[in-house]
């Protein structure tokens, strides 16, 4: 996974792997040693968090501890972490530099507005698009100052995107969505392919719904594969980055190992014939 061949080439320059360990309820300093110490020795190389994890000063830490162990740096990993809903608007500058400061880096590979929402705001409230717009300008400033690396946006709808598009200094490197094949988001993929934006796929196996959907059951019994590795690969073979989570070891490598197998096109298109709109995980769509 270390491979640049398996990476996506950002608009910044920089690359991201295909592949990240998603850090989402991964909680426990112990645990998430574990889980770092399993994920470096699988080849993963990029690490994704956020405020709103909790796990920041633990992430920060494993990441310092074990680096040395698999004979990394720092340069050789890329980092993501997001800005949390209670810190859109005003609170967007000091809830950067504590992500900074709580991971313990001088800077950030990647830093996100976590979703477009403001927490204590209703969703049709105008001042979520305010926030949104200063949240932003705090990210070009940390951007500026090269303490995030690439920024850009989760959870947006096509027509956030082009809200922050049409407006912004720095484009958004990455857009970071639940994707998987009930939920194909196929015309803000297209967006992002227009303008020079990474999709980025969370939730790739529907909070565990598609584990046990017949036609992926079958591709992957096929194919000799987990459903988990079916579902990645699914998605990585079009180009598009994943994010499994998992604090079991075994699964953890399992999870990364997508690259040594491909799917036929009539499994990539049985798959994508399962979309359907659903969503497992946070709607934005109503966001004002």
Known sequence: ?????????????SRMPLVGLGTYELRGLEDIMLTVDAALAAGYRHFDT??????EVEIGQAL?????????????IFVTSKLGPRDQGPMAPAACQQSLDQLGLEYIDLFLVHEPGTEGLRVEDPQNSANRAQSWTALEEFHSRGKFRAIGVSNYTVRHLEEVLASCKVPPAVLQVEFHPRLVQTELRALCAQRGVCFEAFSSLGSGALLSDPAVLEVAKGCGRTVAQVLLRWAVQQGIPVLPKSCNASRVRENGQLFDFELSQEDMDKLTGLDCGQRYDLDPTSVA
């Open 1 to 13: 996974m270390s491979d640049p061949q398996h990476s996506v080439l950002l608009n910044t320059g």
């Open 50 to 55: 956020a405020a709103v994890y909790s796990n």
């Open 64 to 76: 310092r501890e074990l680096l040395p162990k698999h004979g990394l740096l720092r340069a050789d």
